[in-house]
């Protein structure tokens, strides 16, 4: 069975770092691209991060671009989502999601999402 | 960047109806589109990839349709656990997703 357990969430103050992480189980880690997503209280999805099979390509919405990096460690079965000169505008629920290739393509399995609320 | 928009955003509807959701991208994505059901406080579920192709698992009164910039979801018959929010997404080129669809019972 496919797990993907995010974690690292918590209130933060602007202008603060965080690091989230995702403990996947249940498949090859290393055969899939993966990504991040994420849910500002009462809004939609947004598409923040992708990253290759093997870390070398990596994809981020203008809106994070050069403040947020994601990276995985396929030895550990882990991604991570570093998140540096966090804003009001970033407090949402993030979701790791497994793409269903190696390559570009849809989100078949998601984490149960971690909290990020950045505040003074 | 690639804009989906999707209509409309509240859709009220009984027990039984036949419903369908419009996804529209700003430029063509070919049939490079999926759509996510959405309950609260929990994480979205895959319902259909490639616009048309039901993920194993899912109900088969869930049907999508279209291709180039122009998408649909259609609900042959409601069902009470249907009653959610829908997103479409794009993943021609990144991802974007649209702003979601409320399904809600009349």
């Known amino acids: 069975e496919v797990q993907l357990l995010d974690s690292g969430g918590g209130l933060v103050q602007p202008g603060g770092s965080l690091r989230l992480s995702c403990a996947a189980s249940g498949f090859t880690f290393s055969s899939y691209a993966m990504s991040w997503v994420r849910q500002a209280p009462g809004k939609g999805l947004e598409w923040v991060s992708a990253?290759?099979?093997?870390?070398?390509?990596?994809h981020y919405a203008d809106s994070v671009k050069g403040r947020f990096t994601i990276s995985r460690d396929n030895s550990k079965n882990t991604l991570y989502l570093q998140m540096n000169s966090l804003r009001a505008e970033d407090t949402a629920v993030y979701y790791c999601?497994?793409?269903?290739?190696?390559?570009?393509?849809?989100?078949?399995?998601w984490g149960q999402g971690t909290l990020v609320t950045v505040s003074s | 960047d690639i804009q989906m928009t999707q209509s409309p955003s509240t859709l009220s509807a009984s027990v039984g109806d036949r419903v369908t959701i419009t996804c529209r991208a700003s430029q063509s994505i070919s049939s490079w589109l999926a759509w996510y059901q959405q309950k609260p406080g929990k994480a979205p579920n895959l319902l259909i990839y490639m616009a048309s192709n039901l993920e194993n698992g899912v109900p088969s009164r869930f049907s999508g349709s279209g291709s180039g910039t122009e998408f649909t979801l259609t609900i042959s018959s409601l069902q009470p656990d249907d009653f959610a929010t829908y997103y479409c997404q794009q993943y021609n080129s990144d991802y974007t997703f649209g702003q979601g669809t409320k399904l809600e019972i009349k």
């Open positions: 999601v497994k793409v269903r290739y190696s390559s570009l393509s849809y989100f078949d399995y």
């Open positions: 990253i290759s099979v093997n870390g070398d390509n990596t």
